[in-house]
Each structure stands twice: as structure tokens, then as C-alpha cells.
């Protein structure tokens, strides 16, 4: 799924171009008498090299093209690839540069271009009253030195939030705007007192989380080829948004409709939210990734994606599907050791604990022993049923594990015929690979390590009676 997920931020990347004038951006860079000048762009955080430009004897080289790009965040990307420095795209994209490339920061200056203007206008304040704050830092040998500089940040903090407020008033309708408006944290007011007259604790989240977008423009598409957009999606997301797919999914849909009057906001976003649930960590958000691809890609609103493409994601999640947590877990009608009838529903007991796994594996010769351990240890007095299905490997290398590592309690199965269709109905494309069923073989936990496993048994067999 990596390769796919790097093909479809490929596509957000490069097929993004706007008919129209194209874009000369003409750049004298002092110093240097050759070699090549590239132009790159954000896509979120990742950045990606667009076009290039041999430099002339004089430092000059001139970057253009036929279509008109996207606004965001640039970058001029100097010889060697070692250094850079960022520029704004946005409706004018026909303008020249001259940098010293001794201070990037503020010996470059723009001539036809407002907005690159002000953006080094902001970059040298930046520059300029930060100064003696870097160097206090640097100078700070301890706790109580480091601790003056604080008001001088304090202060500093204050005058940037001035300087990013008066850009907003003045220049509301510009990329800088939008990108300082979206970098402002909510406001929280101080805790009201509950009934009891004690103070409310959730109430800060409650507020910060509700107003988290209410300076973010999810209809500009020009904050998706900027870090900017990014890193909020993320902080929502991973910190906000519990991490419980039912609840996940209603904010997921909520954030995307903020995005439908942008093509370019809508496409990155979605594919984001995507992306970060397709790999999530936390067992069972791959159920908000099914949801995404059943909503929206099968439904054709990746316009951006080739039908093969749209086919790639769609499949993964139609492989995953079947397997989500609270699902039906597939029958198993496998054969044992002696190549007899070993069926995943014939297994009568409260919970059945499905190992997928391969001799041969060198991450399995590890886990294995290590589950049979906890199996022994505590699983087996309390009704659990270890059912071990061989994936790849000998037969003879399979029973001698077996035998050598004294997996006596358990079912071992296998399909020598390949009839089951197993790899597909429970997603097993590395191993080992772990499901936990209860007593109705419905999918109560999957992919845990065995200390995960355990904990989550001991929690589950801690709160309910056993029968």
C-alpha cells in the first residue's frame, strides 16, 4: 500500500497545473556563475522538484513554463540542492528575484511581485527580531539564564502576532493572509464552574476542538501546497479526534465538506484522511478508511485518480472490509496435522485466539513462542482456544516447529489445496498476522503483539463472567 499511497500523492503533486499564462519567474542568484537552479512546491509537507534552469555565467537563469500553477508556498532551489529559499505563487506568477545568496533572508529582493514583497518583508522581521533572542539562547549556561530570555519571547511573540494580524486586515484576500490566519490557535476562555461549583476540565478541549477551523479556509486550495494545512490535519486528527472509528468518521466527513467548493483543498484533504487512517496505528481505524473509499472513491469524487488507480485503493479496502473489528470472522475449513477436518467454527469456547504464521519466518520463530507462553500461562485456564494456520514453509518444517517448540495445545491447520481463500478474507500479506474472536467467531481485536493481546484478554476476560 506504500507504493500506492506514494502514486496517489505523485498525482496530487503533478497534476494540479491551471491553463493560462504560465509562469517566468526570472532569477539572479549573486555569486554563482553556473550550474542548475531548480523550482519546487509544497504538497503539505513534502516538497517536490517541478522544473530546473541552467544558470548563465552572470548568475541568471529563468524559470517558466505554460501553465499557470497552483498558489502556494515555492521554493528556489539553489546548485548542489544544499540551500533554498521559499516564494509565494499565487496570481501573478510572471516576476523576477535577485538574491545575494550570502543572506538568502534579507539581501533577496522581488520587482513585480506584491506578494513575494511582503513575504520578505515578514521573513526579514522575522530575521531582524529574533536576533537577540538566538543569541541570548546561545549564550544561556543555565535554568536561570534561560529563563530571562523568556519575556524578551514573550514579547517578541506578541509583536509577530501584531505583524501577522495588521497582514490579515490590510491584505485579506492575499496567500499570506490565509497562511496566517490558518496558523492561529483557538482562544480558550477561562473554566466555567459546573453545578457542583467545581471547575469544568473538559471544557477547554471542548472549545479548542470546536473552534480548531474557524480560521482555517478549507475552500482555499492554495493552503494544500503549503506545511500549513498539514500540520493542522494532523493535530486534529492524531490528538483531537478520539480514536474510535464511529466518531472519527463523522469528523473525517465533517472537515471534507469544508473542502467541496476547492478542487485542489478537496483532493488533498481527502487523500490525507486517507492515507492517515489506511496506516493507522490504533486497531480498528482502518474501519474509517473503508468508509472513505466506500463514500467517496467508489463513488467517483477522485476525479484526480486513473481508473486503475481508483481500482488499487478500491481493492484494498474491499480486502479489508470483511475483516474489520465487530465483523463476522470467515469459516475456516482447513486440515490439521494428520490431515483431518480442522474447522474455525467447530471450536466451541469464549474466545478463539487465530494465528496466521510461517516457520520460515524469522519474525514468527520469535512471536509464536511468546504467544504459546501467555497461552499457557494464563489463556488456557480461562477458555481460550489457540488456532494456528500455517501459511508458507514445508510441512516438515511446520511439525517440527511444532514439535520443537512444544506447541502441543493448539489446532494447526493448514490448506494444502489453497481452497480457503484465506490471505484474502483475513488480510494476511505478512506474518504473523493475530485475530481474536469471541465465542460467536466475531472479530473482537486483530494485529496486536502478544503484551497487547494480553492486556486486551485480561480486560475483556476481567469484565465479563466467565460461562
Request: proline content about 4%; hydrophobic content about 35%; charged content about 25%.
Amino acid at each position: 500500500m506504500q507504493k500506492l499511497l506514494y502514486l496517489l500523492i505523485c498525482c496530487l503533486g503533478g497534476a494540479s497545473a491551471l491553463h493560462g499564462q504560465g509562469y517566468n519567474i526570472s532569477v539572479q542568484l549573486k555569486g554563482y556563475t553556473g550550474g542548475t537552479v531548480y523550482l519546487g512546491h509544497y504538497m503539505g509537507k513534502t516538497t517536490y522538484v517541478m522544473d530546473s534552469a541552467q544558470l548563465s555565467p552572470a548568475g541568471t537563469a529563468v524559470l517558466k513554463g505554460p501553465e499557470t500553477q497552483p498558489g502556494g508556498i515555492y521554493l528556489v532551489v539553489l546548485p548542489g540542492k544544499q540551500r533554498y529559499f521559499e516564494i509565494l505563487l499565487d496570481k501573478i506568477q510572471t516576476f523576477s528575484i535577485v538574491a545575494d545568496t550570502a543572506n538568502l533572508i534579507t539581501g533577496t529582493e522581488y520587482r513585480n511581485s506584491p506578494d513575494n514583497a511582503m513575504f520578505s518583508a515578514y521573513n526579514k522581521f522575522i530575521a531582524q527580531n529574533s536576533a537577540e533572542i538566538q543569541q541570548k539562547l546561545g549564550e544561556a549556561r543555565n535554568a536561570e539564564d534561560s529563563a530571562k530570555v523568556r519575556p524578551l519571547m514573550e514579547s517578541f511573540s506578541k509583536q509577530l502576532n501584531e505583524y501577522r494580524a495588521k497582514v490579515v486586515t490590510e491584505q485579506p484576500q492575499s496567500l499570506l493572509a490565509s497562511i496566517f490566519k490558518a496558523m492561529r490557535e483557538p482562544v480558550i476562555p477561562d473554566m466555567p464552574k459546573k453545578a457542583d461549583g467545581s471547575l469544568d476540565s473538559t471544557y477547554p478541549y471542548r472549545v479548542y476542538k470546536s473552534n480548531y477551523w474557524k480560521d482555517v479556509n478549507l475552500a482555499d486550495g492554495r493552503l494544500a501546497r503549503t506545511p500549513v494545512l498539514e500540520t493542522r490535519l494532523e493535530r486534529y486528527f492524531n490528538q483531537l479526534v478520539a480514536p474510535v472509528p464511529d466518531s472519527a468518521i463523522v469528523d473525517a466527513d465533517a472537515v471534507i465538506a469544508k473542502t467541496k467548493k476547492d478542487k485542489e483543498s478537496f483532493k488533498f484533504v481527502l487523500w490525507w484522511i486517507t492515507r492517515n487512517y489506511e496506516n493507522s496505528s490504533i486497531m480498528g481505524m482502518d474501519a474509517v478508511f473503508v468508509h472513505l473509499v466506500e463514500k467517496y472513491y467508489m463513488k467517483g469524487d477522485a476525479y484526480w485518480l486513473s481508473e486503475e488507480q481508483k481500482n488499487k485503493i478500491v481493492e484494498r479496502a474491499v480486502t479489508i472490509a470483511p475483516n474489520l473489528i465487530g465483523q463476522q470472522a470467515a469459516q475456516l475449513v482447513l486440515q490439521d496435522t494428520a490431515s483431518k477436518r480442522a474447522s474455525l467454527y467447530d471450536i466451541k469456547s469464549k474466545y478463539t485466539v487465530v494465528v496466521f504464521w510461517d516457520p520460515t519466518c524469522g519474525h514468527c520463530i520469535t512471536e509464536v513462542p511468546k504467544l504459546d507462553s501467555a497461552f499457557n500461562a494464563s489463556w488456557k485456564k480461562k477458555g481460550v482456544v489457540m488456532y494456528g494456520v500455517r501459511t508458507d514453509g514445508t510441512k516438515d518444517e511446520w511439525t517440527k516447529f511444532i514439535k520443537e517448540k512444544h506447541l502441543n495445545g493448539w489446532i494447526h491447520a493448514w490448506d494444502p489445496e489453497y481452497k480457503s481463500n484465506y490471505r484474502k478474507f483475513y488480510d494476511v500479506y505478512a506474518t504473523p498476522v493475530v485475530y481474536l474472536l469471541d465465542e460467536h467467531k466475531k472479530i473482537l481485536a486483530k494485529r496486536l503483539g502478544v503484551t497487547q493481546l494480553d492486556e486486551f484478554l485480561q480486560r475483556e476476560l476481567n469484565g465479563k463472567p466467565q460461562q
